[in-house]
């Protein structure tokens, strides 16, 4: 048994991490905050890189530290239920309610919308790609074999290199200063906190859960058994990858303050990254991108389709097959990718603030469980509490004319003002501290075993 792994096995497990984490979608929301973040972009990319690098690394280190076989095994310390509940949630937002739909209105808002007429028959170009893509998707999904591989090793480099050159020509040619470009609504007052969240909206730390496992498996697998050497292999190769993440989204940032000397902030990172690909490289430049965020898109889609129906399937061996959860989830994606890409990302906040500080917590319990040997009252105490708060984040979240229907404004008015950091998002932390505060003195008065 060994300690540790070479350095080209260190490249191996870093490459794997970076191409798990790392698609077309990770590009939008960088791109999009630094157009409207500005001068501020440095204290919002700081904020950004915590939640959009440091949490998924950490996440997969705490189930390697936990020794969890995967996300319901590990969130299955709080109870069984509670596993059911947040293995479900999780995987069906990184799956056909957010994530996978985002894979196919990204690929149209960067490639063919900017090249269609801009008439109000853009809902049915929409419906006609989103058809096409769902269907390459289905049978792709169905029979993956080695497609995954093939198109993962050549489409990833592709879309580097495409990316390269983007940034490469806007350093050469930016059209204005950072210091110039002023910053926009929340990332004027808090641009820290408003890059911290909006980093929540890769859903890195959230796949990090459901597919660390693979990474943990991969690292014993090449020899690497003891608990705490797979736990530190696996910061280190993740440092690699993450570094690598870090570079790109500062570059993908400084891309987007750049573009606004010639362009206006665009309403999502989608538009921004076709409209700056169009000023730099003209149409040949759009269509090249079009095509390589497509394929790109279409790579990630398949994997969290499959991923999704193995894992139903195991939780639920008496339902349906994969075969058919394959057709379900498809299905499902295909109708939501129809809302547009604006509105998905829209009404993926509430989710993911709801969804973000229960990943957090859990992941932070599980790489210091060893102080209080996994005790479940802690695991309990803490994310019950934090549930309440995540809820709060939730409706405060949602779109004002839902807020309203729910007749909920005056509750979270109320809850805002009384709970510490709800303002910035951040309400969370101390429910869950007072949490961990009870949960460590029930197991300390709990009377010991003989």
């Not at 979608?25 to 915590?50: D, H």
């Not at 900017?114 to 170009?125: A, R, T, V």
């Not at 209080?372 to 709060?392: P, Q």
Request: hydrophobic share 55%; net charge positive.
């Amino acid at each position: 048994m060994k300690q540790k792994l070479s350095f080209k096995e260190y490249i191996y497990v870093a490459s794997m991490l970076f191409g798990m984490f790392f698609g077309a979608g990770n590009l939008i929301f960088p791109v999009y905050m630094g157009q409207v973040a500005g001068r501020n972009m440095w204290a919002a990319v700081l904020g950004f890189l915590i939640t959009g690098v440091g949490l998924p690394l950490l996440g997969v280190a705490a189930l390697g530290i936990s020794r969890s076989n995967g996300l319901f095994d590990l969130s299955h310390k709080v109870g069984r239920p509670y596993a059911f509940f947040f293995t479900c949630a999780l995987y069906l937002t990184i799956g056909p309610f957010f994530a996978i739909p985002r894979c196919a209105t990204t690929s149209f808002t960067v490639g063919l919308e900017q090249i269609l007429p801009h008439d109000d028959k853009s809902w049915l170009y929409l419906l006609q790609f989103s058809l096409l893509f769902f269907a390459v998707t289905l049978v792709l999904s169905l029979r993956p074999g080695k497609i995954l591989t093939y198109v993962g090793k050549v489409l990833t480099p592709c879309f580097l290199v495409f990316l390269a050159i983007m940034v490469f020509v806007t350093i050469l040619h930016p059209t204005t200063s950072i210091g110039a470009v002023e910053p926009q609504g929340a990332y004027a007052a808090q641009p820290f906190f408003t890059g911290f969240l909006e980093g929540y909206n890769t859903m890195d730390a959230l796949a990090s859960l459901a597919f660390g496992i693979v990474v943990v498996q991969v690292i014993q697998g090449l020899g690497v058994e003891k608990a705490e050497s797979v736990a530190m292999t696996t910061v280190r190769s993740g440092i690699l990858s993450c570094l690598l993440m870090g570079v790109i989204y500062l570059l993908v940032t400084l891309m987007g303050v750049w573009s606004r000397g010639a362009l206006e902030a665009a309403p999502n990172g989608g538009t921004a990254l076709a409209q700056i690909a169009q000023h730099y490289l003209g149409k040949a430049g759009l269509l090249v991108l079009a095509a390589t965020v497509t394929l790109a898109c279409l790579k990630t889609a398949v994997g969290l389709i499959t991923s999704c129906a193995e894992t139903f399937v195991g939780m639920f061996p008496k339902g349906l097959s994969y075969r058919n959860w394959v057709f379900v989830f498809t299905g499902i994606s295909f109708l939501l990718a129809n809302v547009g890409l604006t509105a998905i990302i829209t009404y993926a906040v509430p989710v993911l603030m709801f969804l973000y500080p229960l990943a957090i917590t859990l992941i932070l319990l599980a790489l210091l469980g060893h102080f209080f040997d996994h005790d479940r009252a802690v695991y309990a105490w803490v994310t019950g509490l934090t549930l309440v708060a995540a809820f709060y984040d939730l409706l405060r979240t949602l779109p004002d004319h839902l807020r309203a229907v729910l007749h909920v404004n005056g509750l979270v008015d109320t809850v805002g003002k009384a709970l510490p950091f709800a303002t910035i998002g951040l309400g969370w932390i101390c429910p869950a501290i007072l949490g961990l505060v009870i949960g460590l003195i029930f197991r300390a008065v709990r009377p010991k075993k003989a």
